[in-house]
């Protein structure tokens, strides 16, 4: 297809599909609906934070899984987080998503408590650390100050690194969530220090697969080096919002089977 579209053609084409894929419609088979049923600014973050940090496999497993994580926090999960006690933790532990299990989900409340009491909350610690054109770096800092507390190893394979090359999808979805304005009721534009530039695609197998049947990338791994090169291009359509594409390669993926 990319033989056959120019530059400006290729730009209509998604942007048609943007605002095809990027309304509330879509929002009942998508894990962003787990965050939709809360309304603090706190809550929504959490909600979104875990829902995105289980964001792979079967959707629909996704969204019940989720809807079960906010269930154990009592459909509180800010509160949860900053006041849980001891006893409240052990009932987290029979909870398991594919590889993320009870005790990972124990050390994420103590993570997000301790980045919400010693450093200001989600918000902050990404915006502190952003860069012009990207939050790379704000992901890989994130990390390490997530698991300053006590854990378990194995729990931070749970967070991707994309100094290390991952493609970070899940946790760059929760930033396109967080940062993305809410004017079409799907994101949420809570974050006003982080800008829409900085935001990276969430690179996955069906936004990858779509980006290259359209020229948009030609690396075949999906890592970082993949984001890089899918982030420069959609700057080229969008430079002050590129992440809106993600509507139009993941839609054009899963609904259409492009």
């Not at 987080?81 to 103590?110: A, C, W, Y």
């Not at 493609?167 to 079409?184: E, G, H, Q, S, Y």
Request: hydrophobic share 40%; proline share 5%.
């Amino acid at each position: 297809m990319q033989k056959l579209l120019s530059s400006s053609e290729l730009k209509a084409f998604l942007d048609a599909k943007v605002n095809y894929y990027n309304t509330p419609e879509f929002l009942d088979t998508d894990p962003i609906k787990i965050p939709h049923t809360f309304s603090k600014k706190e809550d929504i973050e959490i909600a979104a934070f875990l829902t995105a940090t289980i964001s792979w496999g079967n959707r629909k497993s996704i969204i019940t899984n989720a809807q079960r994580m906010m269930a154990l926090l009592e459909q509180d999960p800010y509160h949860f987080v900053m006041h849980h006690q001891e006893p409240d933790l052990k009932k987290l532990l029979p909870f398991v998503h594919r590889t993320f299990n009870g005790t990972d989900f124990i050390t994420f409340i103590s993570g997000l408590k301790h980045i919400y009491s010693n450093y200001n909350g989600l918000e902050t610690i990404f915006a502190e650390h952003a860069k012009s054109t990207h939050l790379q770096a704000a992901i890989h800092t994130f990390k390490q100050r997530f698991f300053e507390i006590p854990h378990l190893t194995r729990t931070e394979k749970h967070i991707s690194d994309p100094l290390k090359n991952s493609a970070a999808k899940r946790i760059n979805m929760f930033l396109r969530w967080m940062v993305r304005p809410a004017d079409t009721g799907v994101d949420f534009g809570l974050w006003k220090s982080v800008h829409t530039k900085q935001l990276s695609c969430p690179l996955d197998v069906h936004s990858g697969n779509v980006a290259r049947k359209l020229g948009l990338l030609t690396r075949n791994q999906n890592d970082a080096k993949a984001v890089l090169e899918l982030d420069t291009n959609l700057r080229q359509l969008d430079p002050n919002d590129p992440v809106k594409y993600d509507f139009a390669l993941f839609g054009l993926g899963v609904f259409e089977g492009f």
